[in-house]
C-alpha cells in the first residue's frame, strides 16, 4: 500500500473518530479533568502550558487530517454531478466541470439562473426554460 493511499485510510478513520459523540465527550472530559487539576498545581504557567500546547497540536494535525477527507468527499460529489448532468437528456453538458471556470464566469451563470428562478417564481417563464449559456 503507497504512502498516499496509507495517509488517505487514516485521514478517512480520523475524520470519522473526530466527528463521533463519544470523541466529543472525551474532550470534555479531559478539560474538566485539567481544569480540576488547577488548583493542584496553583494555576502555574506549565500547567496552563500543557493543555494550551495539546489543544494547538492536536487542532494543528487534525485540520489537515479533515481538509484531506473533504477534499476527496468533495471531489467524489462533483463527479457524481457531472455524471449525471451528462445522463440527463436536455440537461446543459457545458455546465460539467463548471468548478473550473474564473469567479467571472462563474458569476454570469448565477446571475443568469437567479434572473430564472426570478422567472419561474413570477410564472412568467416554462417549466423547461434553459438558460442561454456564455460563450466560453
Known amino acids: 500500500m503507497s ?8 485521514a478517512k478513520a480520523t475524520a470519522r473518530a473526530c466527528g463521533h459523540p463519544y470523541t466529543f465527550a472525551g474532550s470534555v472530559l479531559l478539560v474538566v479533568v485539567w481544569a480540576l487539576t488547577g488548583p493542584v498545581f496553583r494555576y502555574s504557567d506549565t500547567w496552563q502550558l500543557v493543555i494550551n500546547t495539546a489543544t494547538t497540536v492536536l487542532t494543528f494535525l487534525a485540520v489537515f487530517l479533515i481538509q484531506n477527507t473533504q477534499n476527496r468527499d468533495a471531489a467524489a460529489m462533483q463527479i457524481k454531478l457531472d455524471e ?11 455546465l460539467v466541470n463548471l468548478e473550473e471556470l474564473s469567479e467571472e ?19 412568467t417563464s416554462s417549466p423547461t426554460d434553459c438558460p442561454e449559456l456564455p460563450a466560453g
Do not use: P
Not at 3 to 10: A, G, I, K
Not at 84 to 94: D, E, M, T
Not at 115 to 122: I, N, Q, S, Y
Open 105 to 123: 464566469e462563474l458569476d454570469r451563470y448565477k446571475a443568469r439562473f437567479a434572473e430564472l428562478a426570478t422567472r419561474a417564481r413570477d410564472r
Open 84 to 94: 449525471l448532468i451528462r445522463a440527463v437528456q436536455g440537461a446543459q453538458n457545458q
Open 3 to 10: 504512502v498516499s493511499e496509507s495517509f488517505n485510510r487514516f
